[in-house]
């Protein structure tokens, strides 16, 4: 290992803490507080990762996280960036995207033959002759797509939690930190967030002075007071990955995506510095000015041979103070522009006996074959925007820092909506049209010097005041005269290789092209060139993209603008978007005796319901034996699911009669009736029994799936019918079995009821409420399966005790279980639809028989002009009952009734009838096919079309007499 | 994820209301001819401005009226619908006779 | 005959520091709503909050709770729950009963990071800060409905009642169980 400098330089390593790591295989001495790629850059190697389309050499560009080139496999994951790795955490990592080694990649002989391989050359090769797409696709599949995905790594516990807080600070650097400290002094909650493991964004290595003493002990003190402030919670290592509608913001912080609720935001996401567009400009070595000073301040790296400094701005001489402070040699700085800003720097770099070359530029970056990294730069004199003139100077150089603007971190704005524009004057965008309660401080929003990112910081944290009514407080003024950006830091070269976007191998040339071939607009040369599309999102390729695309569409960078930015920020792992699992799921208060009877669940909307009892392998015997037991003995199944509501009040009567489709004033107390709700626009959307227990109080049945529906529209509708009536849903508060078959009443009477259960004292359709087994219960005969029942509605906290007390009474008529398979069987013997399987969202009530349920005498009902139109005018189907002998090919529901080559209508429900032995179903017809006797053909699995019989519904027991014993 | 505010419960985010459709006044259904009637039933305004609409908390089930610009999504006011309709808005009862 | 908590199991989750969930399920509560509720519970003696989703302590034995301007809850943990049918006829003109003694499960969560535990299922704020005791919250966590109310158990400890459609009960039950599974450790 290369030394390290000495204190004080290494803000983030223990100089004593060695650890012991690899990359690709080989040692890599590293110290704690490493990442990757700062081990890997101290050890003197450069090259980190190849390209994705040349398989060109890559190191560090940012040494922030903000670049591609520092992609590398981990053993569980691909694609994470070097210099974001803890070395602690990641001692293994290797090289990925390589055929061979890192160092020899086999692939690399694509860039010689790269001009083969124009942009958009996927888009124009490969597809013709036509069918050729197949055989090139396995091909490129393979050399696509960087890294390996782990299939055998075991997923991590990932999850999810909110944090609230007064503002959100984005951003931790000299902006964010002076926010969130005049906020917190405000009386906000603050809650502070950086991607980065410590406070202090760009004063952790930047100078901002020739004399740096002052600035640094202005920032310890920001520092420490901000991390010591009761009203401040700081998030570091956390990324906040988007923007939504009322500062609602993700971030994600280690295995736990926080949903962070503020009530105003400051984004101080500063700017990313913008590279230099030369030939060869993506060698290892060549680096951001910040990279640089990253690594000398961050990790006391200080890379041997030589550094060459290309400024755009005053920035970058700051840069080559850092190195030359720190001991690197600094060969030359190379200004793009006539002279520095400050002349006191100008001065500065004299005093160190720096070579300095004004008006020029690195032209060609020459490369080290042995170590594959920068070896030195051509500098050439600029003649005029983008054309160079004469070789002025070689240097030979291991490194070459460079800094030719900034452009503003954008992201978050642009996602809350915010508008960017490109100053001229400035040579830089700015954003500007934030929604309400959404601030910009420090370099985002186009303030560079400290003093004005510091006041613009608390600016910020004023108006997020003011936002929230917590001050009067008005703004201090700022001023800003800092000019950061270089206008046209581009210099195309005959040999190409000068890159505008890093992750995509993309050249100026490619986006010109683009622009040629007649993608004008920016969104077009994104999607036709990938400009942007890489893991860092156009952080470097937006603004040089915007300039070449403004240039040759002869417009302004304003008008070419640049493409949309959306939400993540950053790539981010599905395993925080899924988090843990949340998904609701509702037990009956008698589960466990279902699980103790050897129920098979199946789902009913948020419900399980045991779907018959037995074993999985047996179920026809065992739902044929459940059908069984209720047309010959008895059943009992759980209808706890049932919804259930109750209308009380002494408008309740009127509101049933204006909600349902039947008259219900005349409703006597003690008796059911059916009750079907039709939506405005006539279609029929749920039933129930809807029984009358007083003068004033109705207790309405709805389906499972319904009930929350049917509330909803009761509740709206009495809002604005304004009837004396109170509405619950009491669906929880009731659980429900109903017993069934020829032997119910005697299990009825035989557990101990309170009620005559004579058919003459309680009949079909009575209702009644009385003790049973000593258990307070509503108790309603009804016939949904066909057969005497009873339906037993107890307080859910009875219910188990009810089971429990049916089950041992019943035992001596072997009273069986009775699940969802046998009793969709039963009621379709019985003919009985279930809305929202034998209807759907067009189905009205003629076309399912239920006409006599619509109460025309009445003055309204919901829909009940709808159901009028739809009544007068042609039926165009029919809900028959079909019959099919055993042999035939069973429908299954969903098959389609054909006639005359046209599709007709659909089955809806079909099964094979144990009690009738033979396939009974539910079909839509035509209205000339409903008639008993009529014939309809319905295609089966395979095209088979079979000729089914419409037969008279109810299928078994017609005149119902069974259900009314 | 936006904030709704609810007379009732204060504000709250937007996956806690459940979306009732625009208030919009009904013909009367015996005398509106059947294009009045289809026209309000399945069509509805579309034009930039505050719209009125029908919004519920979905926990408290607490129907109210949510005044929206449509087109910058801002929420101008939200109230009970008491404000909207009073007592007589009721539908007529029936004659007796007609019951079944 | 017996009641049996719609919650299977043990019914209590104790962890460091006093942090306990626990079910109260079979603890007594009863509700009333309607315009006259109001005056009826004020002329039953009960204390009642000046405005919706407040809860107060009414009495040596339980809390009153305020969902709306006509809907009551009286919580009382201590007692247990009525084995009679609920009534179902107004008490009183426009006022009637509810039956929350069956429809709602009830959950307690006692211990300091209580609300860092619920911001975990919940997206309203319930630090003490923002919901200090006396505050009730009708909303959603974890996906589904619930109340939520902070007010002091028998040993003066603040505490979050969880009111849940009892069919949810054992849902919500594991699913605060894992929230709370990093200070068990």
């Not at chain 1, 930190?177 to 980065?196: R, Y």
Request: with cysteine; net charge negative.
């Amino acid at each position: 290992m290369t030394e390290r400098l000495p204190l004080p330089y290494g803000s983030r390593i223990k100089r004593d803490a060695l650890v012991s790591a690899r990359f690709d295989g080989r040692e890599l001495p590293a110290l704690e507080g490493d990442t990757v790629a700062s081990a890997l850059v101290a050890s003197g190697q450069w090259v980190i990762s190849r390209s994705f389309k040349y398989h060109r050499p890559r190191g560090p560009l940012t040494m922030a996280g903000q670049d591609a080139n520092t992609l590398v496999q981990t053993p569980a994951a691909p694609n994470r960036l070097a210099d974001e790795l803890p070395i602690t955490d990641y001692p293994e990592t290797t090289a990925q995207n390589i055929s061979g080694t890192l160092m020899a990649d086999r692939n690399a002989i694509i860039d010689w033959f790269g001009r083969f391989l124009p942009v958009g050359f996927y888009y124009r090769a490969f597809y013709k002759p036509f069918g050729v797409w197949h055989w090139w696709e396995r091909m490129i599949r393979k050399a696509a797509g960087l890294g390996v995905a782990n299939l055998s790594a075991s997923p991590r516990y990932q999850d999810k939690q909110y944090l609230f807080c007064d503002v959100a600070v984005v951003g931790a650097g000299p902006a964010g930190l002076s926010a969130a400290l005049k906020a917190a002094e405000g009386g906000a909650s603050v809650l502070l967030i950086d991607e980065q493991s410590e406070l202090g964004g760009s004063l952790t290595y930047h100078r901002f002075a020739i004399d740096s003493s002052a600035v640094r002990s202005e920032a310890e003190t920001l520092i420490a007071n901000v991390a010591s402030h009761p009203r401040i919670k700081v998030l570091t290592h956390a990324l906040c990955n988007g923007w939504f509608t009322d500062h609602y913001l993700p971030v994600i912080h280690g295995d736990r995506l926080f949903k962070v609720r503020a009530k105003s935001c400051v984004l101080a996401t500063g700017s990313s510095e913008q590279h230099v567009v030369f030939r060869n400009n993506d060698l290892p070595g060549v680096v951001l000015c910040s990279a640089l000073e990253r690594l000398i301040n961050h990790y006391a790296v200080g890379p041997q041979g030589g550094l060459v400094v290309l400024a755009g701005n005053d920035q970058a001489w700051m840069t080559a103070l850092t190195a030359a402070e720190a001991g690197l040699s600094v060969a030359a700085v190379v200004d793009l522009r006539d002279a520095p800003d400050d002349a006191a720097l100008l001065a500065e770099a004299n005093a160190r006996g720096m070579t300095v070359h004004i008006g020029a530029t690195v032209y060609t970056a020459r490369r080290s074959a042995e170590s594959q990294s920068l070896s030195g730069v051509d500098i050439h004199r600029i003649d005029a925007q983008g054309e160079v003139g004469e070789l002025i100077a070689q240097h030979d150089c291991a490194v070459l820092a460079m800094s030719a603007g900034f452009m503003p971190a954008y992201q978050l704005a642009c996602q809350a909506g915010a508008k960017l524009d490109y100053d001229d004057d400035r040579a830089a965008f700015t954003l500007s049209g934030l929604p309400a309660g959404l601030l910009l401080a420090g370099s985002v929003n186009s303030t560079h010097s400290l003093d004005a990112v510091l006041a613009d910081g608390r600016n910020a944290a004023r108006a997020a005041l003011r936002s929230m009514g917590m001050t009067t407080d008005v703004d201090e003024s700022v001023t800003c005269a800092a000019q950061v950006n270089h206008p046209w830091p581009l210099f195309p070269h005959p040999k190409g290789r000068e890159f505008v976007d890093f992750d995509e191998d993309l050249q100026i040339k490619d986006i010109v092209n683009a622009t040629r071939l007649g993608y004008r607009d920016v969104q077009l040369v994104k999607r036709y060139s990938t400009v942007g599309m890489g893991p860092s999102q156009g952080r470097h390729a937006a603004l040089p993209t915007a300039r070449l695309v403004a240039k040759a569409t002869v417009r302004t960078v304003s008008e070419t603008g640049v493409t949309t930015a959306r939400p993540p920020v950053k790539p981010e792992a599905l395993g925080h978007i899924a988090g843990r699992r949340l998904h609701p799921h509702r037990h009956s208060a008698i589960a466990d005796r279902h699980d103790a009877a050897g129920a098979q669940w199946m789902p009913a909307g948020l419900w399980g319901r045991p779907a018959f009892y037995g074993e999985p392998d047996d179920k026809p015997r065992h739902v044929a034996e459940e059908v069984t037991a209720v047309r010959t003995g008895v059943g009992v199944i759980d209808v706890s699911t049932l919804g259930g509501i109750e209308l009380r009040g002494v408008d309740a009567a009127e509101f049933m009669n204006s909600f349902y489709t039947y008259g219900f004033l005349k409703q006597p107390v003690g008796r059911t009736r059916y009750a079907v709700v039709v939506s405005e626009q006539g279609v029929v959307i749920d039933d129930g029994v809807a029984a009358r227990l007083a003068e004033d109080h109705y207790y309405v049945t709805a389906t499972t799936g319904g009930v929350d529906r049917v509330y909803r529209e009761m509740l709206r509708w009495n809002a604005q019918w304004r009837l004396s009536v109170d509405i619950a849903n009491v669906t929880a508060a009731f659980s429900a079995i109903n017993i069934a078959g020829p032997d119910s009443r005697a299990v009825l009477q035989a557990l101990g009821c309170s009620i005559d259960l004579s058919a003459d004292a309680f009949p079909y359709l009575g209702f009644r409420v009385g003790d049973v087994a000593g258990i307070p219960a509503r108790l309603m005969r009804v016939g949904f399966v066909g057969e005497l029942g009873y339906e037993l509605h107890v307080p859910s906290l009875f219910a188990g005790a009810l089971w429990d007390a049916v089950m041992e009474a019943g035992a001596q008529w072997h009273i069986k279980p009775f699940g969802v398979e046998a009793q969709r069987l039963l009621r379709l013997e019985k003919g009985h639809i279930i809305v929202g399987q034998d209807t759907d969202g067009m189905t009205h009530p003629g076309e399912v028989g239920l006409d006599w349920a619509m109460n025309r005498t009445k003055h309204d009902f919901v829909g009940r002009r709808s159901v009028d139109i739809l009544a007068a005018s042609a039926p165009i189907r029919q809900l028959v009952g079909f019959s099919l002998d055993l042999e035939a090919p069973k429908p299954l529901e969903g098959h389609l009734v054909i006639k005359e080559g046209d599709i007709v209508g659909n089955v809806t429900s079909c099964e094979i009838s144990p009690t009738l032995n033979q396939i009974i179903g539910l079909a839509y017809a035509q209205p000339d096919d409903a008639n008993p006797g009529d014939l309809i053909a319905i295609r089966t699995e395979g095209g088979v079309l079979v000729q089914a019989r419409v037969e008279a519904l109810p299928f078994y027991d017609p005149d119902n007499a069974r259900q009314a014993l | 994820m936006k904030i709704l505010t609810c007379p009732l419960n204060g504000p709250r985010n937007i996956a806690e209301f459940t979306y009732g459709g625009q208030v919009k006044p009904m013909p009367n259904p015996t005398e509106a001819t059947d294009q009045e009637w289809a026209h309000y039933v399945f069509y509805g305004d579309n034009h930039i401005g505050v719209v009125r609409e029908w919004w519920m908390h979905t926990p408290s089930s607490y129907w109210f009226i949510v005044e929206r610009h449509n087109q910058t999504d801002e929420v101008i006011r939200t109230y009970d619908p008491a404000e909207l309709f009073d007592a007589g808005a009721a539908p007529a009862t029936e004659p007796v006779a007609a019951d079944t | 005959m017996s009641l049996r908590s719609p919650l299977a199991g043990s019914g209590v989750i104790e962890g460091p520091g006093g942090l306990r969930l626990n079910d109260l399920s079979l603890a007594r509560r009863e509700g009333v709503r309607g315009a006259g509720a109001r005056e009826w519970l004020m002329a039953q003696g009960h204390t009642l909050p000046d405005a919706p989703n407040q809860i107060v302590a009414s009495g040596v034995l339980g809390w009153v709770m305020s969902l709306s301007h006509h809907e009551f809850w009286l919580l009382q943990p201590d007692s247990e729950a009525s084995l009679s049918l609920p009534a179902s006829k107004a008490v009183a003109v426009g006022v009637w009963p509810l039956y929350c003694q069956h429809s709602h499960a009830w959950l307690q969560l006692a211990g300091e990071p209580r609300d860092e535990i619920m911001a975990k299922l919940c997206g309203v704020d319930l630090s003490e800060a923002a919901f200090p005791l006396g505050s009730v919250a009708q909303t959603q966590a974890a996906r589904v409905s619930v109340i939520i109310a902070a007010h002091q158990n028998q040993n003066g400890q603040p505490v979050f009642s969880i009111l849940v459609d009892q069919s949810l009960v054992r849902y919500l039950w594991e699913t605060i169980e894992d929230a709370m599974g990093e200070w068990l450790e």
